[in-house]
């Protein structure tokens, strides 16, 4: 049994408009225009048409879906979540810099 798997590599540097945006993520642009009412994404420009999502966004958009279609969250409950999950990652980040930074005490 052969498996195709299908992997989209994103420069963080890159910028996509709301059309694109939507064909990568397979989600409306409706979707999209509730993402940013609730805050789970910032897009730049100050209108739909300029508006431009990087590599975040799309993480934040793939994750709210997953929340939504496995969990049922909503999209207020996905914020939340989305905002919890970026904490623990500081979190852990910050625990690693120290753990690093007590061994190098350690040494001396």
Known sequence: ???DIQYTVFDETSAYCLKDLCRLCR??????HDLIDEGIL?????????WRFGAVEIKRIEISVRLQKDLHINLAGAAL???LL???EELRSSRSLLEQFHSL????
């Not at 989600?27 to 999209?32: E, T």
């Not at 005490?105 to 001396?108: A, F």
């Open 1 to 3: 049994m052969k498996t």
């Open 105 to 108: 005490e350690k040494r001396d």
């Open 86 to 88: 970026e904490e623990i």
């Open 81 to 83: 979540a989305l905002d």
């Open 27 to 32: 989600v409306h642009a409706q979707f999209i």
């Open 42 to 50: 910032s897009p730049q420009g100050t209108d739909p048409r300029d």
